[in-house]
């Protein structure tokens, strides 16, 4: 089945710096979503992205829908305390299935 | 708007007992979805409901897990009997149709003893 390896796997930062991390697949999808699950809580939608090539904002956040299809990468600008938790990126697995397969995570921790 | 509801958030039974969880999903959107999520894993898709029928179970270990929608609208996920290998988050997600953005509920954690 169609995998998507995300990295770095886990990030230890301090408050106000900037976090980068990417999401990649070995199969072109035609869509890439980011979400962010916090302890205890289901994952919570950020920034879907539709088209290849596309930039796309939510406040601190931005996601890029790589040029290839088969890659994405989430921005986070000046990380405060609540970024804390758990990025994932997720595509459907096959075209007009949308079952959504999931990366393996990139778990952010900031350092007070 | 009310957000996707589960319940309970939280059970824990021995191996071999059952357990069910129910899902209420965002009104007015006709595909439920379950996952499974497994500590340090991202979500696996269960199995996938339109409206009352059901999209897609191929990963869905049918000779212990099952899954209703009867009125199309809550949904139960069953599991008889369970191994220690269950022990996971079950998310529930709602979408208003298939391929557009899933909405996740909380959870229920269960754990197996």
């Known amino acids: 089945g169609q995998q998507l390896n995300q990295s770095p796997q886990s990030m230890f930062i301090q408050e106000g710096e900037d976090v980068s991390m990417n999401c990649t697949s070995s199969?072109?999808?035609?869509?890439w979503l980011w979400y962010k699950q916090d302890p205890g809580e289901g994952p919570v939608l950020l920034i879907a992205l539709y088209k290849a090539g596309e930039l796309t904002s939510n406040g601190r956040l931005t996601a890029q829908f790589g040029i290839t299809r088969k890659d994405s990468f989430l921005n986070i600008s000046a990380s405060i305390p609540s970024d804390v938790g758990i990025y994932f990126c997720?595509?459907?697995?096959?075209?007009?299935?949308?079952?959504?397969?999931f990366g393996t995570g990139t778990r952010l921790t900031i350092i007070p | 708007e009310a957000g996707v509801a589960q319940s309970p958030r939280y059970k824990i039974i021995e191996k071999r007992q059952s357990v069910a969880f129910w899902c209420n999903p965002i009104s007015g959107h006709a595909t439920l979805y379950w996952y499974q999520q497994i500590l340090g894993q991202g979500p696996k898709l269960l199995i996938q409901f339109q409206n009352n029928g059901v999209v897609d179970d191929s990963q869905l270990p049918k000779d212990r897990f099952s899954a209703e929608r009867l009125k199309g609208v809550d949904s139960t996920l069953k599991i008889q009997p369970a191994k220690l290998e269950d022990s996971a988050v079950y998310l529930c997600a709602s979408s208003f149709h298939r391929g557009n953005e899933q909405f996740f509920g909380p959870g229920t954690r269960l754990t197996v003893l």
């Open positions: 199969s072109i999808f035609n869509t």
């Open positions: 997720a595509g459907p697995s096959n075209f007009g299935n949308e079952k959504l397969t």
